[in-house]
């Protein structure tokens, strides 16, 4: 497995309250997404990165921001969390540009 | 319209026939597409690459890839029990190696 990390991996949080995904890679890849996803959904892209503070929003970016101040490490916060955010939230790193990319674990939050 | 396009199924075929899953594209430009396989509670994992017209194959699995028409597909034969999950199609669009996603096909092979 590529070495992917995300934390935490459940979350129960109220309305209203500021939310951080951390998602840490150890294999120095380049690039860098974050995807939320929900029945009849699939996966929905809600930031990426292309390299240290280097980032783009997705389809579905209001109410997220991220930050990647080193190649390890991409944040995602919600800055004040909604019932509508509830979700899986996954994390995901690809090496090279046009290539395939590998999946975090997935943390699940919950806003009530 | 939307970027990556897949028939939600669910797709049903009977233990050891062939499985054909679609998708389309918008964007002409698009280089580089794949299928993922996600079973239910877990995270997606890759499966095919594929990259030029015609078609690629990895052991049960063939992708094929039609640019001009926009279309990516996946074949699965002597479908399994083990088979029954959701694909999902995604294609790198855009600038900074963006990966799209398609909302995926449920698929059931049934004994």
């Known amino acids: 497995d590529a070495g992917i990390t995300q934390s935490p991996r459940h979350k129960v949080t109220e309305t209203g309250t500021p939310v951080t995904l951390r998602c840490h890679q150890t294999?120095?890849?380049?690039?860098m997404y974050w995807y939320r996803q929900d029945p009849g959904h699939g996966l929905r892209l809600i930031h990426y990165?292309?390299?240290?503070?280097?980032?783009d929003k997705g389809e579905v970016s209001d109410g997220y921001s991220v930050s990647r101040s080193k190649t390890e490490d991409f944040l995602l916060t919600l800055e004040s969390a909604t019932s509508s955010q509830t979700s899986v939230y996954f994390c995901?790193?690809?090496?090279?540009?046009?290539?395939?990319?590998?999946f975090g674990q997935g943390t699940r939050l919950t806003v009530v | 319209q939307k970027e990556v396009e897949q028939n939600s199924g669910p797709l049903s075929v009977p233990e050891g026939a062939i499985a054909s899953l679609n998708c389309t594209y918008s964007?002409?430009?698009?280089?580089?597409f794949f299928w993922y396989r996600q079973y239910s509670g877990k995270s997606p994992e890759l499966i095919m690459s594929?990259?030029?017209?015609g078609d690629k194959e990895d052991g049960r699995f063939t992708a094929q890839l039609n640019k001009a028409s926009q279309y990516v597909s996946l074949l699965i034969r002597d479908s399994q029990p083990s088979d029954s999950a959701t694909y999902l199609c995604?294609?790198?669009?855009?600038?900074?190696?963006?990966?799209?996603f398609g909302t995926g096909t449920q698929l059931k092979v049934e004994l």
């Open positions: 964007d002409r430009v698009s280089q580089s």
């Open positions: 594929i990259y030029s017209n």
């Open positions: 995604a294609v790198i669009t855009g600038g900074g190696n963006k990966l799209t």
């Open positions: 294999e120095n890849h380049r690039y």
């Open positions: 990165s292309y390299g240290v503070k280097d980032t």
């Open positions: 995901a790193i690809s090496g090279y540009e046009n290539t395939e990319a590998f």
